[in-house]
């Protein structure tokens, strides 16, 4: 059974922590992809990765960064982490062009306090 | 900005209807169209795709595409009350790379 696994379910960080979050895909997928879940604002993409050590800005990229050392791995850091950060963090992996299956990890539930 | 637009909701049918969500997108450019179905307290899962003009089915899913009015539809038929979820609409934006672009979802709640 294919699968994304995130490294956290439920994670609590200080202010002005390193947070790392991590997610690991089995499916030998090129495209890895982090975003944020929010109520009110929806699915937005923070970064992604097309390759090993291949990343792009999404739409809310500040105040994170990413690391793709292997094709299965995709991380996220936040450099210091604040309380608006205190979110849901989806990871999600697809192969080849959008008409693929993008496939979603269960989820991390980050609060910085 | 590139947007996906979809109603909040909730959307409420009773057991047996059909429920019909919508979501129209900016980018004319666009080629690739799913919808994913986010259950409370878990990830999204793919539903359905389209990529051409007109209807496709499967099971109790339609999805409807009209790329000239940038308009993308899901309906589903005899509504269980185990539909009720989230649904929300993505776009493969033409931006070159394989990311989409999700709505803020839609509602929906079906009632015994």
């Known amino acids: 059974d294919v699968k994304v696994t995130q490294s956290s379910r439920y994670l609590v960080k200080r202010t002005g922590e390193k947070v790392f979050l991590e997610c690991v895909q089995d499916m030998d997928h090129e495209n890895m992809f982090w975003y944020r879940q929010d109520p009110g604002l929806g699915l937005r993409l923070i970064y992604f990765s097309y390759d090993v050590k291949m990343k792009e800005k999404g739409d809310i990229p500040e105040g994170y960064s990413v690391s793709r050392e292997k094709k299965e791995r995709f991380s996220l850091i936040l450099e210091s982490a604040s309380t608006n950060q205190t979110s849901m963090y989806l990871c999600?992996?697809?192969?080849?062009?959008?008409?693929?299956?993008?496939?979603f990890g269960p989820g991390t539930r980050l609060t910085v306090l | 900005q590139k947007e996906v637009e979809q109603n909040s909701g909730p959307l409420s049918v009773p057991e047996g209807a059909i429920a019909s969500l919508n979501c129209t997108y900016s980018d004319r450019g666009s080629q690739s169209f799913f919808w994913y179905r986010q259950y409370s307290g878990k990830s999204p899962e793919l539903i359905m795709s389209i990529y051409s003009n007109g209807d496709k089915e499967d099971g109790r899913f339609t999805a409807q595409l009209n790329k000239a009015s940038q308009y993308v539809s899901l309906l589903i038929r005899d509504s269980q009350p185990s539909d009720s979820a989230t649904y929300l609409c993505a776009v493969n934006m033409n931006s070159g790379y394989s990311t989409l672009t999700f709505g803020k979802g839609t509602m929906l709640l079906v009632s015994p």
């Open positions: 999600a992996s697809l192969k080849g062009l959008a008409g693929g299956l993008a496939v």
